[in-house]
């Protein structure tokens, strides 16, 4: 379970690409506050920028890239610039269920 700490980390988000194909660039912010909301923290903090996202853009279709990550300075105001390498990581899997949701 993720740890609902109030301190600076880096989370990273695996995810699918075919999730995410044709569908709105708002989707990934969709995913964001699925990670707030399962790391027991409200999705207002998104809103707020309280946190700093960082988007894997796509790759060309020919390499066949099946995931991508959405990287996430938790706490960005906390920390430093040049100390985010030595924050600690937390990586995880979304999925959309059968009704799609993230």
């Known amino acids: 379970m993720a740890s609902s700490q109030r301190s600076p980390k880096r989370v990273i988000l695996r995810l699918r690409v075919s999730d995410f194909e044709g569908r709105r660039s708002s989707e990934y912010t969709d995913a964001i506050k699925a990670y707030l909301l399962f790391a027991r923290r409200p999705t207002s903090e998104d809103e707020v920028k309280k946190h700093y996202p960082h988007i894997e853009p796509f790759q060309s279709p020919e390499l066949q890239q099946t995931s991508f990550h959405i990287i996430i300075d938790v706490e960005k ?22 009704q799609g949701a993230l």
């Open 77 to 98: 105001h906390m920390v430093n610039d040049g100390e985010f390498r030595d924050l600690p990581h937390e990586i995880y899997r979304i999925r959309r269920n059968e």
